[in-house]
């Protein structure tokens, strides 16, 4: 079974940046594929970004692609989000997730306890 941990969260003033971090607990982490989402107060828990298991191909929500941008090395089981120039609305609780690449929560099989981001001035 295969445990994901998220790291990196915090608050941050808007404009500012956070890298967040996914380490996985197995070595056949680098034939997987993997995403982040997010889950604000009283909405749903909505896409963010996946890669390929390679790292070849990758999808970042419309929104979101001129600030944020996902990475993995394989090489440490990890995958990361840089997210950049952060806005209030970027705020919630980020779930590192992996068995897909898809933008539908239900299609991945492995997920993390949640890292929060808050940007508050």
């Known amino acids: 079974q295969m445990q994901l941990v998220e790291s990196g969260g915090g608050q941050v003033r808007p404009g500012e940046s956070l890298r967040l971090s996914c380490a996985a607990s197995?070595?056949?982490?680098?034939?997987?594929?993997a995403g982040w989402f997010r889950q604000a107060p009283g909405k749903e828990r909505e896409f963010v970004a996946a890669?390929?298991?390679?790292?070849?191909?990758?999808r970042v929500l419309e929104s979101l692609k001129d600030r944020f941008t996902i990475s993995r090395d394989n090489a440490k089981n990890m995958v990361y989000l840089q997210m950049n120039n952060l806005k209030p609305e970027d705020t919630a609780v980020y779930y590192c997730?992996?068995?897909?690449?898809?933008?539908?929560?239900?299609?991945?099989?492995?997920w993390g306890q949640g890292t929060q981001v808050t940007v508050s001035s």
């Open positions: 997730a992996a068995g897909s690449w898809g933008p539908a929560a239900r299609e991945y099989d492995y």
């Open positions: 197995v070595r056949t982490f680098d034939n997987i594929p």
């Open positions: 890669i390929t298991w390679n790292g070849k191909t990758r």
